[in-house]
């Protein structure tokens, strides 16, 4: 059977206190709605619809790029007119299955079993200690479901059932057309609850389906800034168990953010503090210290990154050695066994194996050979104030300290330049080149004296 998804996203999500749309709030980088179709589409639907409200152009704007359909829900006169707003885009013999944009963790696995069963109507319920502020499910004396009754219409032997209604659903969308042509709003809020249909499939006397969620994340909603980062922790707890039940030491579970997806080798270790974000691959053995921070970068094997480095968009080699305090600028590609040092930039450029830039450069826009060292304090000057220029440094050169390479600039293979040099022009192979004034010393010079 096809499967259409609809995912409500209209509410305004005023306890926010935002100017932000409630569902673009991130959770691990990535909006709230963006979580919830992203996991949609491993369902592989036929469609997926998003309910947006008034307002929400906002939202829409942001996630225009994502296959789905954008429905507008003019006025927000409940979660029952939400759904009927899209209902008519879905074929009769689909099933449908209705997700919330602001509940970013539910799970595919819960959801597949819960859209199996095809008949009836299957909704998605858990057990909670403090059911306050949810419908609750109401059973007859044969345990089968009669209605949902919302908090505000529920009297007290209502109010104390602990089964709630996470309000994710799955029914044939023929079933669901036909019910929410019937719905009203004669209740205490005078909306049009999509919970009201529960009821009416007992009169059609259609099964109805409960499958209770064993992990109460999934189906939590995101209303203020404390329950969005109660969440964010426990997705992160998630995710750093995983890496560690795969092979990955994480000195502090606690203390490590990923915020987008990795793939790390076994044996590698990561201290405190340390934020990994985008999409970033690490190999086996690899050692990352505290404070650093990582985006978008694929990282080999034996690699050992000291504390407080910021790396994004870059390629590291096996074996490199890079930190404490370096920065790496994106697209930045070092190979093997490289040494970055403190307080070192590198942007933009190629360094080749055994290269070592171990103090207070900048090197941008620069292509470096093999065996090189780079000499402390050594700059590319790549900017001309109007156009960006090249440095190309070839193999085996060396460089003293405080160079200044005025770019564009060639240094051809096993060049030596003296340090406290402005290089200009290109250096030939294997010379020695100094463009500093010679040293002399004024014997007897008397400083100027204080008057
Ligand atoms: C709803 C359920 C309740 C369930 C709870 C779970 C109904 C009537 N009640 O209550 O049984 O326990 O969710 O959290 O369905 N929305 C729209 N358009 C609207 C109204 C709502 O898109 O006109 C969206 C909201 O953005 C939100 C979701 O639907 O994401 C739920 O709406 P909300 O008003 O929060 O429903 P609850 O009162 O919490
Ligand atoms: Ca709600």
């Given at each position: 059977?096809?499967?259409?998804?609809?995912?409500?996203?209209?509410?305004?999500?005023?306890?926010?206190?935002?100017?932000?749309?409630?569902v673009l709030?991130?959770?691990a980088?990535?909006?709230?709605?963006?979580h919830?179709?992203?996991?949609?589409?491993?369902l592989?639907?036929?469609?997926?619809?998003?309910?947006?409200?008034?307002?929400?152009e906002?939202?829409?704007?942001?996630?225009i790029?994502?296959p789905v359909?954008w429905?507008k829900?003019?006025?927000?006169?409940?979660?029952?007119?939400?759904?009927?707003?899209a209902?008519?885009?879905i074929?009769?013999?689909?099933?449908?299955?209705?997700l919330y944009?602001?509940?970013?963790?539910?799970?595919?696995?819960?959801?597949?079993?819960?859209?199996?069963?095809?008949?009836?109507?299957?909704?998605?319920?858990?057990?909670?200690?403090?059911?306050t502020g949810?419908?609750r499910?109401v059973?007859d004396?044969k345990?089968?479901?009669?209605s949902?009754?919302?908090e505000?219409?529920?009297?007290?032997?209502?109010?104390?059932?602990q089964?709630?209604?996470?309000?994710?659903?799955?029914?044939q969308?023929?079933?669901?057309?036909?019910?929410?042509?019937?719905?009203d709003?004669?209740?205490?809020?005078?909306?049009?609850?999509?919970?009201?249909?529960?009821?009416m499939?007992?009169?059609?006397?259609?099964?109805i389906h409960?499958?209770?969620?064993?992990?109460?994340y999934?189906?939590?909603?995101?209303n203020?800034?404390l329950?969005l980062a109660?969440?964010?922790?426990?997705?992160?707890?998630?995710?750093?168990?995983?890496?560690m039940?795969?092979?990955?030491t994480?000195?502090d579970?606690?203390?490590?953010?990923?915020?987008?997806?990795?793939?790390?080798?076994?044996d590698?270790?990561?201290?405190?503090n340390v934020?990994?974000a985008g999409?970033i691959s690490?190999g086996?053995?690899?050692k990352?210290g505290s404070?650093?921070?990582i985006?978008?970068?694929?990282?080999?094997?034996d690699?050992?990154i000291?504390?407080?480095?910021?790396i994004e968009?870059?390629?590291?080699?096996?074996?490199?050695?890079?930190?404490p305090?370096?920065?790496?600028?994106?697209?930045?590609k070092?190979a093997?066994?490289v040494?970055?040092?403190?307080?070192?930039?590198?942007k933009?450029?190629?360094?080749?194996?055994?290269?070592?830039?171990?103090h207070?450069s900048?090197?941008?826009?620069?292509?470096?050979?093999?065996n090189?060292?780079?000499g402390?304090?050594?700059?590319?000057?790549?900017?001309?104030?109007?156009?960006?220029h090249?440095?190309?440094?070839?193999?085996e050169?060396?460089?003293?300290?405080?160079t200044?390479?005025i770019?564009?600039?060639t240094?051809?293979?096993?060049a030596t330049?003296g340090?406290?040099?402005t290089?200009?022009t290109?250096?030939t192979?294997?010379?020695?080149?100094?463009?500093?004034a010679?040293?002399?010393?004024?014997?007897g010079?008397q400083?100027p004296?204080k008057?």
């Open positions: 059977m096809k499967l259409s998804i609809i995912i409500l996203a209209a509410g305004l999500g005023k306890r926010m206190n935002s100017d932000l749309p409630k709030h991130c959770l980088d990535k909006p709230l709605l963006q919830v179709i992203d996991t949609a589409l491993t592989a639907p036929e469609t997926i619809q998003v309910v947006y409200g008034h307002g929400g906002q939202v829409r704007n942001s996630l790029n994502l359909q429905v829900q003019e006025q927000q006169l409940g979660t029952g007119h939400a759904v009927a707003q209902i008519p885009n074929a009769n013999d689909n099933m449908v299955l209705v944009g602001d509940v970013p963790l539910i799970n595919s696995i819960t959801l597949k079993t819960l859209f199996s069963q095809t008949n009836g109507l299957n909704i998605l319920t858990a057990k909670l200690n403090n059911p949810y419908g499910i059973r004396d345990n089968q479901v009669t949902i009754v919302e505000k219409d529920a009297n007290d032997e209502i109010k104390s059932i089964e709630i209604n996470t309000g994710i659903l799955a029914t969308a023929n079933n669901l057309r036909n019910w929410l042509t019937k719905l709003n004669n209740n205490s809020q005078e909306e049009y609850y999509l919970t009201d249909i529960v009821a499939a007992v009169v059609d006397k259609q099964p409960t499958n209770i969620v064993n992990n109460i999934e189906v939590m909603g995101v203020n800034r329950q109660n969440l964010e922790r426990y997705y992160q707890l998630q995710q750093v168990n995983n890496l039940l795969a092979g990955v994480i000195q579970p606690n203390r490590l953010d990923i915020r987008g997806t990795v793939q790390i080798g076994y590698t270790n990561i201290d405190i934020i990994l999409k690490i086996n053995r690899v990352i404070n650093t921070v985006k978008n970068a694929e990282i080999a094997d690699v050992e000291l504390s407080n480095c910021v968009n870059v390629v590291i080699g096996a074996g490199c050695k890079i930190g305090f370096a920065r790496l600028r994106p697209e930045t070092l093997e066994r040494h970055i040092g403190n307080f070192v930039e590198v933009k450029s190629t360094v080749a194996n055994n290269s070592k830039i171990n207070l900048y090197i941008g826009d620069s292509e470096i050979g093999k090189v060292n780079v402390a304090g050594t700059i590319t000057c790549n900017y001309d104030g109007a156009k960006k090249k440095t190309i440094i070839k193999d050169v060396f460089i003293g300290s405080d200044q390479l770019a564009p600039v240094v051809e293979t096993g330049i340090a406290g040099s290089i200009t290109d250096v192979a294997d010379s020695l080149t100094l463009s500093r010679k040293q002399k010393s004024i014997i010079w400083r004296n008057k």
